[in-house]
């Protein structure tokens, strides 16, 4: 397609759970980005990779949350032992190396 | 840290006014300051970018200005129309190439016909 693609739409997973949101980028867009959305805030920085390689990953807010790149296009982020306060918003977005991000549509995640 | 402060209220404008966001940040400048339209249950959508040597940018109804010594940005829609009621996100890049980019919370503009 030609937009961003993200998978999962809608997940719904019980706490403790491991869960992976995969994102499918802008074809040719070198940098992508993993932000988090809560009701009312705005995106929240997670991780930014540069090609395959992890530029920043400061935004991770701990060892739960991983994420991954291995060919420099499809990005997977993983929670492990998931927490009631992860639900959000899992936003990806693609971009050339002029500033401007394309989102995708997100991944809603619920935990119970 | 670096923070970014957007009104927090909504903003309610009679349609064909002007409405004016304002995006004020602490600490450095960024390179490039950027405006986002986000609708709910959507992702972001890019509107405007405006580097640090810029002073002002307009695309058609919208215009953007960059005040480095003031630490903030003015986003203003000319004529509004219902359509543009939205939540309008104001993000900051730190650096001249594809970075880290940080946004603000929004602010949720309401246009009353």
């Known amino acids: 397609g030609a937009g961003v693609s993200q998978t999962p739409s809608n997940k719904v997973t019980e706490k403790g759970k491991y869960v992976e949101l995969r994102c499918d980028p802008i074809s040719g867009h070198t940098a992508l980005y993993w932000y988090r959305q809560s009701l009312g805030q705005g995106p929240e920085f997670l991780i930014y990779?540069?090609?395959?390689?992890?530029?920043?990953d400061s935004g991770l807010p701990n060892d739960r949350f991983f994420a991954v790149r291995p060919e420099g296009s499809v990005s997977t982020l993983k929670i492990q032992r998931t927490e009631r306060g992860d639900s959000a918003v899992y936003l990806c977005?693609?971009?050339?190396?002029?500033?401007?991000?394309?989102f995708g549509e997100g991944s809603r995640l619920t935990v119970l | 840290s670096q923070k970014i402060e957007q009104n927090s209220e909504a903003l309610n404008i009679q349609e064909g006014k002007t409405a004016t966001l304002t995006c004020n940040y602490t600490n450095y400048s960024p390179a490039y300051l950027q405006w986002y339209r986000q609708d709910p249950g959507r992702g972001p959508v890019f509107l405007l970018l405006i580097r640090e040597n810029e002073k002002e940018k307009r695309k058609e109804r919208l215009k953007v200005t960059f005040d480095t010594t003031l630490k903030q940005s003015l986003f203003h829609i000319t004529a509004s129309q219902p359509a543009d009621s939205a939540t309008y996100l104001c993000a900051l890049d730190f650096y001249s190439s594809a970075s880290k980019i940080i946004f603000g919370s929004g602010t949720r503009l309401s246009i009353r016909p």
């Open positions: 990779f540069q090609g395959t390689g992890a530029a920043d």
């Open positions: 977005a693609s971009s050339q190396l002029d500033g401007e991000l394309f």
